[in-house]
């Protein structure tokens, strides 16, 4: 697609929902052969938590938090003028301010977000949207029409995915199977909806995995470890070792068990890519990623079993657990559908031909590597070894060349540092 | 069943304008709610379910504030309540409030000695920067601290006259924010005369009410009044109780009234209110709650002022916002209240202007009492456009069953980046 390497930018926010997703796009992206950097932002909320304990007035508060949004965003400006990207992609809630936004315009850099949030629950988008080059959603109608009409902003539906080399299904030890193991299980906060549509699964063999459920006398002792935090990798141990695993999508309102929303969770791309079975609720945007099936409208080729009201899913949980040959049907069909269709990469390669198709000139032109008379013939032969060893093209632009060198912990090869010398050099005497 | 504890340290009004949050806590749990031992039976009066504990936060002795008070603190905390709502920014609010786990603590929460504003809390401060457009007032700023807020119609009967008098309360606690009496003369007789024009005054008394300190007042008042209203006049200034007044609003075909407790229990009551809000009263933080009021703003530059700021605005030693209510103009929509293109054009208001109270929508939790008048101003057409950003807000972050309508948040006093940053306190 490129006739070379990105240097891309990702801007991680200090905590949330998208910041995995953050590092699966890094990830894909360095697949795919791009050059990744990323701004690292949750390693700022301890400062953020730090600032909040201090013994000082709200009112003063409030003004460190403004500067402390300003210095990241500094420090942000500060390592695209290091390393000048390509593209600077955030994340939603990225500690990006609008003054970083219009900076990042003036020097050219082109920037994108991928805005993995409900745009109703976080309206935010409409202060920061037009001020990126490129938005990217997760929602359809609308939401899109209000960006590319009312907006003018170069947006693109662009779903949530999994990533198969970190969702896969993992092999127990029998003390992990005995611990994990459950006939149904949630894994995942406890928004209201979950917490009132959970109280018609107590006669089953149920656990809920996860945070925020304190407070709740009739699930407490189904809530596992105490209602711990559960880490990514354990997650996937809890997933493996569960015959349905429960896909409610979130709702803040008690009374909308079922909520029919739009957008899709990345839990149930997640789900499907490790070949795991589950029972989802229907979604408006889900059959155009999956075929859906559920016991009114069964499906051959069913990928996901869903349900839409809560009279379905205990009709389902009933079918599905005398069903194991079902469910591992679906579940692989699921899995194939992902591996093709539904990874980062998929989604990092629309992002990328969705900016180059809207672009002039992306990525923009770079000066290729002059061969300088001084370098004799045997140490291009060690450059073209190093340009392999760093990953890099042959035709890459000596700029990008010197900023991999800066960034190697080991001590540097005598060709190397004749390299960077080189560098300096030339910009001490402007030659 | 979930315990709370409602603090509410201020005034007459402000127990009243708690209700909305008393009311939806009240079908969760069981609620206690803390006050100034002056208005414990007002309190116990407006809230009969609820246990009502006084607190001697005025009017004593330092011993009784010790020995007292430290009774009742001991008992607070042994009661270990679930949630606790101090709802005052006071220092005497948040030194309460260190009885408690921070944790438990709804709006304003502590770290180390210093209060700490959640975020909903935050945003009324921003907001609070410019007055002129506030969105949304008190009673239902406190009532989105409840996870499901009370539905806003159900709060206050809608207001209907019930034909036995009309009611003027004198003046509020700040002689600054009321009607002078002869200002009060010039208006009381045109009012009067409409209510008399209206055929639905059963019993032709015009009611004084009031405090002790407001006998001079009642003086002054009768005396700029033309004679032959005297014969109407009953002056309950310090002769009633707040049962008394109860039975006397209850029954009234009107109350007039500067921004007062006594306005906000006429709301409570169902009987209408016609308000005169100047100097720092605002129609739109402390209007009378519920559908049916009528409020005459003050409405110059300056309105509404700081309530400890001195008056810039000044002829002949009276503020500009009271001699507005001299206005002919005024007086004349006084009488007729009909606002009709043609009135407005030839008897234009401009320093005073008339809102009515409606609910917008009765069907949603997040709905929030409005104020509209003939005249479209431009600080309304601002208000409404925060007025949407907060009620979208509130049915994203509450539990209810309302769908979220998006509303353009361009150019608000709500939000901040921080909020979309930084991790948020909780509502």
Known sequence: MFDRPLKILIVLPLYGGSLPIGYYCADALKKLGHHVELFEAPEFLQAHTALRSLNISQEKLNILEQNFVQLISQAIYAQTEENKPDLVLAMAQAPINKILLKKLKQDNIVTAMWFVEDHQVFPYW??????????????????????????????LYLPLAADPDFHKKQTLTSEEEKFYQADIAFMGAGYPNRRIAFRTLLKYDFKIWGSDWEGDELLARYVQKNGQRISPEESLKIYS?????????????????????????????????????????????????????????????AELAVFDSMEELQENILFYLKHPDLREKIAQNAQKRVTSEHTYIHRMKTLLQHIKENSQDFPKKTAEFQWDDAITPETREEI????????????????????????????????ETALLFLSEWKKFYNA | MEKYLVIQLARFGDIIQSKRL??????????????????????????????????????????????????????????????????????????????????????YSRHGGYSRQSNWVRMAFRWLGNRKKTPINLVDFWAMFA?????????????????????????????????????????????????????????????????????????????????????????????TSFQDLQEILSNLELLLSPDTGTAHFAGHLGTPVEGFYLSSA???????????????????????????QACKSMDKN????????????????LLHKEFTEQSLASKHLQSVIPYFSSFTDNNHFTTFLTWQSPLRLPQDIQRQKERNILENYCAATKNTAQDIQLHNIEDNAIYAETDWIFPQNRP
């Open chain 1, 126 to 155: 409409q202060l920061y949207a037009p001020l990126y080059d490129y938005f990217f959603v997760i929602q359809k109608e609308p939401f899109l029409q209000q960006l590319q009409n009312d907006k003018n902003i170069k947006a």
């Open chain 1, 241 to 301: 070792a569960t015959k349905i695993n429960l896909n409610l999508h979130s709702s803040i309102h008690a009374n909308k068990l079922v909520s029919h929303g739009d957008f899709v969770n990345p839990r149930t791309f997640e789900l499907a890519a490790m070949g795991v079975f589950q029972l989802v609720d229907k979604r408006q945007l889900m059959p155009e990623h999956f075929t859906c099936s559920s016991l009114k409208n069964p499906r051959e080729d």
């Open chain 1, 384 to 415: 073209t070894a190093l340009l392999q060893e760093l990953n890099l093209a042959p035709n890459v632009d000596f700029e990008t060349v010197i900023q991999c060198l800066r960034k190697k912990n080991t001590v540097l090869t005598p060709t």
């Open chain 2, 22 to 107: 008393l009311l939806a806590l009240m079908l969760e749990g069981e609620v206690t709610l803390l006050i100034d031992n002056s208005l414990i039976n007002l309190a116990k009066l407006m809230y009969p379910t609820i246990r009502c504990i006084g607190i001697n936060a005025s009017n004593s002795d330092s011993r009784t504030v010790w020995s007292e008070n430290l009774k009742i603190f001991n008992f607070l905390q042994q009661e270990q309540f679930d949630t606790v709502y101090p709802l005052n920014h006071s220092p005497l609010c948040q030194a309460i409030s260190t009885l408690f786990e921070p944790d438990r603590l709804i709006g």
């Open chain 2, 147 to 239: 996870q499901t807020p009370y539905p806003a119609h159900l709060v206050n009967p809608k207001a209907q006259g019930k034909g036995y008098g009309l009611g003027v309360v004198l003046s509020g606690q700040n002689a600054r924010r009321s009607l002078s009496p002869e200002y009060y003369a010039k208006i009381i007789p045109v009012v009067f005369q409409r209510l008399q024009n209206s055929n639905n005054l059963k019993e032709k008394t015009i009611f004084f009410l009031g405090t002790q300190k407001e006998e001079n007042f009642a003086k002054k008042l009768l005396f700029s009044l033309p004679k032959h209203l005297h014969p109407h006049i009953q002056n309950l200034a310090g002769k």
């Open chain 2, 282 to 308: 605002h129609v739109f933080e402390t209007g009378p709650y519920g559908e049916g009021h009528t409020v005459w703003q003050a409405n110059l530059p300056c309105s509404p002022c700081g309530e400890f």
């Open chain 2, 318 to 333: 009276e503020p500009n916002c009271l001699t507005a209510f001299n206005n002919p103009h005024f007086l004349y929509h």
